[in-house]
């Protein structure tokens, strides 16, 4: 029966070529049906390249930054670090009113809206109209580990990713239309079933990296070790072990560590470090695709002048516990400096231009490598670190892949770190560097300062030591009042207003 189910696609019909680098140009919002989308091979790459630009345009058709950086903004905050996006993610005094929850949830569902339109265009595609059985897997297999990363933020982020109970995410499958969505959510087991199997495709069936703009086998399985660190229940820390040293051991030559950490940030997508990040073509507004991102990190900053050219009085966009760390790392140079804010006079704030760039307010930096880093090289050593931590592995042991990772750059150098006296001092060890190297990046610090621990609680309290006591239902964000006013089905978060 044709179905007549209508979606918002950010949809690029490739004239003449599928093309694989030409995917996030800005596209008109008509709506498709399904079968008219995707009937040959080129509509099928066309639905995927589709897919990729809904990172940018969500379940609209213009850039927004709703999956770019601000979100990991906002948990860098949570954990005490950042001081852009404001006190209310610092005291997790969150209201389920607050637009910006509405408006993640809204775009990332279109995320989520726009892997199943792939799945399901592929899916339903005859296997002869693929140049190979094998390339039909791997398309289905690309989409399927994009909608898992997508799940697996609205689970991190809206539900307790943390606890078996029934607070997971609200799992679709199918298009969204009227029809379907009243819908309550699954529970936190089954999220995680789903999301796994998800993975477990890309894994089985993506090819290796060759590229930061596309999803890759490699990414499948950082993604599954992730999940499974976050998670930590029983057998998790074993497993993902074994997975990020299989990533370490057999990735192809070309996924390594850039030795120039600042050319590594001038190189963004384009750098081999990094194993996958949002990508915008040329003139496609990348400046304005990463407005709040970039805007809130540059403004959070220490304004210029003429007495702090040279000697920024102190770093405004962090908490002191964190200012302090990073004062005296060697990465600071590579990582901060001066970035223009909009404005017609081009103010300076001394700030994170590893993420800010050089700032928006030259037309010639508007085509700047603004960015957002999914998920970065050295990632996987500070993985390895905490995961042989907590599989007991010796303190050496332990501390010896962060080492590798430093030892790997020569712009700036890092030293190696001594060998802890004691386990606590490991993990306080591998939280630092946590913080140091991803901060602001994708929300990683976030969820190490809640599963790291220090004096026998959570080492959130070392940044935040004026916050005495976190209730655990604060560790993910409430769902939107927006959602939970139409859709009577589904549970509402508790420990919030709706």
């Known amino acids: 029966m044709k179905k007549s189910i209508f979606i918002f696609l950010a949809f690029l019909v490739v004239a003449g070529t599928t093309s694989c680098d030409k995917f996030l140009s800005l596209t008109p919002p008509h709506k498709l049906v399904v079968e008219n989308a995707v009937t ?4 099928a790459v066309s639905v995927i390249n589709g897919m990729y630009a809904s990172l940018s345009t969500g379940s609209g058709s213009y850039i927004r930054d709703y999956f770019g950086g601000s979100p990991f903004v906002y948990l860098s905050n949570q954990a005490g670090i950042a001081k852009a996006g404001g006190v209310t993610y610092y005291n997790m005094s969150y209201q389920s009113t607050h637009s910006t929850f509405s408006n993640y949830w809204q775009h990332w569902y279109g995320c989520v809206n726009s892997a199943n339109a792939a799945i399901i265009g592929i899916t339903g595609l005859a296997d002869n109209k693929f140049p190979s059985p094998e390339r039909k897997q791997e398309m289905l297999a690309e989409a399927r580990t994009f ?47 789903n999301i796994l199997a998800d993975v477990d495709a890309g894994i089985a069936s993506l090819p290796n990296y060759t590229s930061a703009k596309r999803l890759s086998k490699q990414m499948a399985q950082a993604l599954k070790a992730k999940l499974l660190l976050n998670r930590g229940w029983e057998g998790d820390y074993t497993a993902a072990l074994s997975i990020v040293d299989e990533i370490l051991a057999t990735s192809p030559a070309s996924l390594k560590m850039d030795p120039d950490m600042k050319q590594m940030y001038v190189d963004a997508w384009d750098s081999k470090e990094v194993l996958w990040a949002r990508y915008m073509e040329d003139n496609a507004g990348r400046a304005y695709g990463e407005g709040t991102y970039s805007q ?108 590798t990772m430093r030892a790997q750059r020569t712009n700036p150098v890092l030293d190696p770190l001594p060998v802890p006296a004691s386990r606590e001092e490991l993990m306080e060890l591998i939280f630092k560097e946590y913080c140091l190297e991803l901060y602001m990046e994708n929300g990683s610090e976030w969820f ?42 589904i549970k509402p978060n508790p420990g919030y207003d709706n």
């Open 40 to 43: 040959d091979y080129d509509g």
């Open 147 to 193: 909608r898992a990363w997508v799940y697996s933020h609205l689970l991190w982020c809206f539900s307790h990713y943390w606890a078996d109970d029934e607070y997971g995410v609200l799992w679709r499958e199918d298009i969204a239309d009227f029809n379907n969505i009243f819908a309550d959510r699954i529970g936190v087991k089954e999220s995680y079933e």
């Open 296 to 403: 809130i990190i540059i403004q959070a900053g220490d304004r210029w002048s003429a007495e702090t050219e040279n000697n920024p009085s102190s770093l405004a966009s962090f908490y002191p516990q964190f200012d302090t760390w990073l004062n005296s790392d060697p990465r600071f140079d590579q990582t901060m400096g001066w970035a223009r804010a909009i404005s017609a006079t081009g103010i300076l704030y001394f700030c994170p231009t590893k993420l800010a760039r050089q700032g928006r307010a030259s037309t010639d930096l508007m085509n700047d490598k603004f960015t957002t880093y999914y998920f970065r090289y050295p990632e996987l050593y500070l993985m390895q670190a905490e995961l042989r931590a907590r599989t007991n592995k010796s303190l050496g042991e332990s501390i010896a892949p962060i080492n």
């Open 448 to 489: 190490a300062s809640l599963r790291i621990k220090k004096n026998n609680q959570p080492i959130i309290y070392l940044l935040k030591p004026d916050v005495q006591i976190i209730d655990e239902n604060l560790y993910c964000w409430p769902i939107p009042s927006t959602e939970t006013s139409t859709n009577s089905k």
